[in-house]
């Protein structure tokens, strides 16, 4: 009984303080943000986890960015869907020494940028890879 209580009060107190932190925005929400970040592949539960959310606030506070918001499709989509053009794409290597390649596409009125990161997909038992995609919208100041 001792261990029982003694877990409880761990997990009491492994839980306070630690509200997600991740601010789900709606398909409209995304759609007006200024940059648009997109992992394709990435399940609901990755793409909502405190971890990706501090990522995306790392980089809104890298660009002084603003609103930083993330929204999990049960689809796949890239830039093409939010409608962006002029597209330009490059390579590199990660830390783990896994090649990505960044589509990085401006809208037509220049005014809203949008980046596609391909290299980094989840995959499942089979090798197969998830058909939900994860969007992280930011505003610029």
């Not at 991740?22 to 997109?38: C, F, G, H």
């Not at 986890?49 to 930083?68: H, K, P, Q």
């Not at 783990?96 to 809208?107: G, L, Y």
Request: net charge negative.
């Amino acid at each position: 009984m001792k261990h029982f209580l003694w877990v409880l009060v761990l997990l009491i107190l492994a839980g306070c303080g630690k509200d997600r932190i991740a601010d789900i925005a709606t398909p409209e929400q995304i759609e007006d943000k200024d940059i648009l970040l997109i992992f394709p592949s990435i399940p609901e539960q990755f793409c909502y986890a405190d971890r990706m959310t501090v990522i995306l606030n790392g980089f809104a506070s890298d660009i002084n960015g603003t609103d930083a918001q993330v929204l999990s499709v049960p689809e796949n989509l890239d830039c093409y869907d939010y409608d962006f053009s002029n597209c330009t794409a490059s390579e590199f290597e990660t830390e783990t020494h896994k090649q990505v390649k960044i589509t990085e596409c401006i809208s037509d009125d220049n005014l809203k940028i949008c980046l596609f990161f391909a290299g980094e997909e989840y995959k499942d038992v089979e090798g197969e890879t998830f058909d939900e995609t994860c969007i992280m919208g930011v505003d610029r100041q």
